[in-house]
Nanobody, 127 residues
């Protein structure tokens, strides 16, 4: 059994910060994701990747829209991935999902179809 659960969303004013967390729970016979990511779905838009981290190195990816403002990180035990969001803007409003990709040994993807496990999302509203 594998479960991803997000938390930390909320409503804030522009310029403020939020930190999202995603806990990945796995059974003893299941492997943790090799790549952990945060996706965002803005109202009326398709879901998009905004931050990705490879669990076996320091590699990270950020969408241009969040570079310099958002930071993805994880615990040493790899059970939790975070998204620190600073200087939030109204266009950051949306549903945020964490996701995990399994079987990636050299690099991480950004496409939705490449991720195998998904949380149910947490809402972020900036206004």
């Amino acid at each position: 059994h594998v479960q991803l659960v997000e938390s930390g969303g909320g409503s804030v004013q522009p310029g403020m910060s939020l930190r999202l967390a995603c806990v990945e729970s796995v059974s003893i016979d299941e492997k943790r994701g090799d790549c952990m990511a945060w996706f965002r779905q803005r109202p009326g838009s398709q879901r998009e990747s905004i931050a990705v981290a490879y669990t076996r190195s320091t590699y990270t990816y950020y969408a241009d829209s969040v570079k310099g403002r958002f930071t993805i990180s994880r615990d040493a035990d790899k059970s939790t991935v975070y998204l620190q969001m600073n200087n939030l803007k109204p266009e950051d409003t949306g549903m945020y999902y964490c996701a995990a990709a399994v079987g990636w040994n050299e690099y991480c993807p950004t496409a939705i179809a490449s991720f195998d496990r998904w949380g149910r999302g947490t809402q972020v509203t900036v206004s």
